[in-house]
């Protein structure tokens, strides 16, 4: 704890840093260094902790525990799960990526209501859960390369949505995610942007997603992360664990293969 | 079943059945069914919020000539037509005045906000121009995604962009902020004018900066 709260000290420092000093090395550099510098004190490890405990704790209407909650491996396995999704769910018969996944089990196995979860504000009640989870889970799979599946029909149609997702235009910007990620080396403002279409962008990008996020003093899941790009694209409102943001989940995960998660990750 | 079947079954049963197809044999699917998805996708992940409507999710021609190809380059007689229909929207300063305040531009080329599902009806629009560009030297925090501005008046040689000689730059620098796709049929740079982004005098004063030759953008 002590280190964690150094570790927030030293990155307020960081961030007041006169531009100069950033400019002489890349964000990227920047934020390697800091993220180095935090390696014992990144936040998200008390989201992991809290996690871990919501997993194996009997809540909801039903008082059960997400200890049978099959996350593509089975029953309860959580090492490993992360980076083999978004895949094709049998019972559910939908591609499901991390966090709509979470809500099927919390439905089933709890007792939840799906529905009024997804339509609950980013940060507060049963999204808060979400983010502890998403925490815990994505660290299980800490270091393993992606390997998201593109075995079934559905992964592979989904794959192709996600593609058209990425690749439209639309909005009184004209914008598509393509328009900031879909080209190697480039910034918005000082911000390093990773190409998502293919290697090692795909990876750095899409594996850094869930991430605490320093400057909303938040940990941020992926679908958090979705509708904060389509904000900025000025689209309509993406649904939390809608088709479209899961499709984009296979098309970016697809994308990443190989690459190694270091979820949940340390962003500015 | 043989292939005339196949499609009278499809197109009876829709996409239900398209699904079970799909499920049936793990082959990669047409771009038919990919299209087909995609729009129901769109309208079931999708909703208004604000005054972000369901309609900027319909792409104009242009949009949807370029989503389709993927980031790949069009085809030349394709990106040629649509670069002449984009032209036709370039409507010049009502009163003949192409320039106004460098110091206003900076502004407006500054602030990134606008049209998002919080920002209200008829609220003044930043240009997002540094998200993208380089423009003035003193502002270490730009984009890279639209090419470097800096000098640009200077660079083209205006020097008095009140002159004969400056008119195809001028001409040119405003039908670029109106409507960049009148150039260039897929740039990522947004149709300022065109989309009522920027009013009239937004432009001018963008145009001041980039222009004018006491803008530091030409120092």
């Known amino acids: 704890m002590k280190s964690s709260l150094f570790g927030l000290a030293a990155l307020a420092a960081i961030a007041a840093l006169p531009l100069t000093a950033a400019a002489q090395k890349t964000t990227a550099e920047g934020i390697a260094e800091y993220r180095a510098m935090l390696a014992d004190g990144n936040p998200a490890e008390l989201y992991e902790a809290k996690g871990e405990s919501l997993w194996k704790e009997a809540r909801g209407p039903k008082k059960a525990s997400l200890e049978k909650c099959d996350l593509g491996k089975g029953p309860g396995v959580v090492k490993g799960a992360f980076v083999e999704l978004p895949r094709f769910f049998a019972d559910t018969q939908r591609v499901q990526d991390l966090e709509s996944r979470l809500l099927t089990c919390m439905e089933q196995l709890q007792g939840f209501n799906a529905g009024e979860i997804a339509k609950t504000r980013f940060g507060a009640g049963e999204q808060k859960t979400i983010e502890s989870l998403v925490a815990y889970i994505s660290g299980e799979s800490r270091d393993l390369a992606f390997n998201v599946p593109q075995s079934h029909a559905k992964e592979k149609l989904m794959y192709e949505v996600g593609k058209k997702v990425f690749y439209l235009r639309g909005g009184p910007y004209d914008f598509s995610c393509a328009s900031c990620h879909g080209e190697d080396n480039k910034r918005v403002r000082l911000q390093d942007l990773p190409n998502l279409t293919k290697q090692p962008g795909a990876g750095v990008g899409f594996g850094s997603w869930p991430a605490y996020r320093v400057s909303s003093g938040d940990l941020w899941s992926m679908q958090r992360r979705l509708n904060d790009c389509y904000r900025q694209q000025r689209f309509p409102f993406p649904g939390y664990a809608s088709d479209a943001t899961i499709a984009l989940g296979v098309y970016m995960g697809v994308n990443s293969k190989a690459g190694v998660s270091i979820a949940p990750a340390l962003k500015r | ?219």
């Not at chain 2, 079970?20 to 309208?43: G, R, Y």
């Not at chain 2, 001409?171 to 260039?184: E, F, Q, V």
């Not at chain 2, 989309?195 to 030759?213: G, K, S, T």
């Open chain 2, 1 to 219: 079943m043989n292939k005339t079947h196949a499609k009278a079954a499809l197109s009876a049963a829709g996409i239900a059945m398209t699904a079970a197809l799909l499920a049936s044999c793990a082959t990669a699917p047409t771009p038919q069914q990919v299209d087909e998805a995609t729009q129901q996708v769109l309208k079931s992940s999708f909703s208004e919020q604000g005054i972000a409507k369901m309609d900027r999710l319909a792409p104009d021609a242009s949009n949807q000539a370029c989503s389709e190809a993927a980031g790949k380059p069009l085809d030349e007689k394709l990106a040629k037509s649509i670069e002449e229909a984009n032209m036709k929207t370039v409507k010049l300063p009502s009163d003949g005045k192409y320039l106004g305040s460098w110091a206003e531009g900076e502004k407006i080329a500054q602030n990134g906000r606008g049209l998002t599902w919080t920002d209200k009806p008829g609220e003044a629009n930043g240009g997002s121009c540094y998200n993208c560009h380089q423009i003035s030297k003193a502002e270490l925090s730009f984009g890279s995604i639209g090419p470097s501005l800096y000098n640009y008046g200077k660079l083209r040689g205006v020097s008095d962009p009140a002159s004969a000689e400056s008119k195809p730059i001028v001409d040119y620098t405003w039908g670029k902020l109106w409507n960049a796709k009148a150039y260039n049929a897929c740039s990522d740079m947004p149709r300022f004018g065109h989309a009522a982004i920027l009013n009239e005098q937004q432009i001018r004063d963008v145009m001041a900066l980039l222009l004018d030759p006491n803008s530091p953008v030409n120092k």
